[in-house]
């Protein structure tokens, strides 16, 4: 007997898309079949998918839960962001770890584990350790203990040398360089912010010397160039070092183009995009609050959003994350220059239906690219896949239902479930929806609707990343 069937849907990985049934026994994916083929079989529940397509539950590689980077930017927790995730299909996302006062790298990462679990999030997660400022050669040393762990990868920053909503989080090129060693040694995978601070230094300098320090020039204090700069750089390690590179949020088509010509090269490279780095203009900070808006990098102009999506489109860029970083609106807005604007946005739950809406409905991004960048390649990168990120025999059970046809509107209070007083998204209107989501089995969210266990969710840990 079977927990679940799920008939009559087009079930798609990265590679295809193919009219199948799915069986579910005990959390896993136990068999495939053609139509009809498990009709005669009992089993406890049975969804009609018909006209559905029938999908790897969501692996988001970069949300922010628990972190406090200053007292204006305390995240969400992960029992809010797990469940706002999965009224928006991600079924696993990958949190950070960051050393506390004190703490070193392998006390910072077990630290975050036990809190993370005490919670009892509603989503399986994963785990990237960051790394920030002037860090002892001894965190170097402590890496491989913690990969073999099952925490793989590790997150720097080329820039917030110190600032008042961040702090000093920077690392140096130096540090960079010895931590890509190691990771190329024991199997990781080295992730960088990238933006370069010397040049974002001067421009800052120069517009308050111009009377222009307001926050909405933020795109000429960090412009292209700061971005294009710093990937250049970590290109150039991990060239040398043969370490796998996972550039976080890139936001600039000389990025894409960098990216690409490294990869042409046989660097082991991959780009991440936000779906707000997508679709939000870097006018719209010129609005009442227009700091809501504000993430790190800052929003590129339709020159440069145009380019993301084909890039996303033909596979030059990899993966699609949110970087969900949800804090209160007063906090949002409390800074109004160019270098005390906080960054962070509200994005976990809409991740999915976005980039559905806009680029599978809209651009005609293909089905098994909307998979490819929403669960399989980060599963891949970050060493889940195979359980996480696909659907076959023997992987967990993650699955989300999408209704092409179906329209939804976002309503902050109503359908957005994040602990969040706003959202950017408030009152956008999607086609194509999770109209069901599952996780390991168990139907979590129904067509709009809580049905499933609470605080189930489970640690999973990552092993090397795989090739793209």
Known sequence: MFDLIIKNGLVASEYNVLPLDVAVHAEKVVALGVHGQFDRMDAANVIDATGNYVLPGGVD?????????????????????????LYGGTTTYIDFSMPGEGQDLIESVQDKLRVTAEQRPNSDYALHAIVTGDW?????????????????????????????????????????????????RHGGITMVHCEDECIIDYNT????????????NIGEARPPLAEEAAVRRMLLLAERTGSPLYIVHVSAMESVD????ARAKGVNAFAEVLHPNLVFDPELYRMPHGQRYMNFPPNKSKEHREVLWSASADGRIHTLASDDFTFPLQAKISGDTIDNVTGGTNSVETRLPIFWSEGVTK??????????????????????????????????????????????????????????????????????????????????????????????????????????
């Not at 960098?258 to 010509?261: F, G, K, M, R, S």
């Open 61 to 85: 590689a970069h949300v922010h839960y628990d972190l406090r980077l200053s007292d204006a930017m305390k995240a969400q927790s992960p029992v809010a962001g797990s469940r706002a995730g």
């Open 363 to 468: 651009r005609n991004v293909s089905v098994t690219r909307f998979v490819n960048m929403t669960a399989a390649a980060p599963a891949k990168l970050f060493g889940l896949y195979g359980r996480k990120g696909v659907i076959r025999p023997g992987a967990d059970a993650d699955i989300v239902i999408v209704d092409p046809q179906a329209e939804h509107r976002y309503v902050q209070g109503e359908s957005l479930h994040s602990d969040g007083d706003f959202s950017n998204w408030d009152s956008w209107e999607v086609r194509g929806f999770p109209v069901v989501t599952i996780l390991r089995g168990h139907v979590m969210v129904d067509h709009g609707q809580w049905v499933g266990p609470r605080g189930i969710g489970k640690f999973i840990p990552g092993t090397s990343p795989e090739d793209l």
């Open 258 to 261: 960098a990216l690409t010509e």
């Open 136 to 184: 002892p050669m001894s965190y170097a040393e402590q890496m491989k203990e913690v990969i073999s762990g099952g925490v793989v990868s590790f997150k720097f920053f080329t820039t917030f040398r110190g600032s008042p909503s961040l702090g000093g989080v920077m690392t140096d090129d130096g540090r960079i360089y010895s931590a890509m060693l190691e990771t190329e």
């Open 205 to 216: 300098r120069r517009l308050y010397a111009e009377g222009r320090p307001e926050f909405w």
